[in-house]
């Protein structure tokens, strides 16, 4: 299971910190990276970046420059921060578990997602 | 990189059949064989229901179908059923370690 926590309002100009908690599992497994995704109200999904439990991380190249995701393997979560964040910012962030490369095989897709927490961006 | 295009709605009647394309480049959909689809119900997290491009995990229907032509994926639903009515969304490997997300196409089982 994931769980997305963090403040629900952020203020413009300031950085969204998010934090993604994995239950049922190693978060060190293997085969799979760890992402984050946001869907703003009413429109479609956004990939914003993956990382390993090595810490190796990939971002979108549009908001890479505002990104950061890190992981800590001691407590089986990992972490979003978003800075100078605005209006546009504000969207459903969710967590979600990439499944990425197996017994020489690679799969590539998202095969668990967290329930999603909305984060609205207003002073 | 630049969002696949998938129309924004499709629709078809309780036992019909219904196909909803995933336009990308020779860079995403066209050069790798990782295209995933995911359905949204309103207010639910998405869910796999195909990956690398015809692929299902366990546990969702054969109704559900993919396949790949070029630069454009598809997905095809048949028998449509009540319950699936809800937002589709396709996602393309686009090397790198580079994802790029469809629009969505709101599913309306009429």
């Known amino acids: 299971q994931l769980q997305e926590s963090g403040p629900g309002l952020v203020k413009p100009s300031e950085t969204l910190s998010l934090t993604c908690s994995v239950s049922g599992g190693s978060i060190s497994t293997s085969p799979y990276y760890w992402g984050w995704i946001r869907q703003p109200p009413g429109k479609g999904l956004e990939w914003i970046g993956n990382i390993y439990y090595s810490g190796i991380t990939y971002y979108n190249p549009s908001l890479k420059s505002r990104v950061t995701i890190s992981v800590d393997t001691s407590k089986s979560q990992f972490s979003l921060k978003l800075n100078s964040v605005t209006a546009a910012d504000t969207a459903v962030y969710y967590c979600a578990r990439y499944y990425y490369y197996d017994s020489g095989t690679y799969y590539r897709y998202f095969d668990y997602w967290g329930q999603g927490t909305l984060v609205t961006v207003s002073s | 990189q630049s969002a696949l295009t998938q129309p924004p709605s499709a629709s078809g009647s309780p036992g019909q059949s219904v196909t909803i394309s995933c336009t990308g480049t020779?860079?995403?959909?066209?050069?790798?064989?990782?295209v995933s689809w995911y359905q949204q119900h309103p207010g639910k997290a998405p869910k796999i229901i195909i990956y690398s491009v015809s692929k299902r995990p366990s546990g969702v229907p054969d109704r559900f179908s993919g396949s790949k032509s070029g630069n454009t994926a598809s997905l095809s639903v048949s028998g449509l059923q009540a319950e699936d009515e809800a937002n589709y969304y396709c996602?393309?490997?686009?090397?790198?370690?580079?994802?790029?997300f469809g629009g969505g196409t709101k599913l309306t089982v009429l």
């Open positions: 996602i393309s490997y686009a090397g790198g370690s580079n994802l790029v």
């Open positions: 020779s860079s995403d959909v066209g050069g790798h064989n990782y």
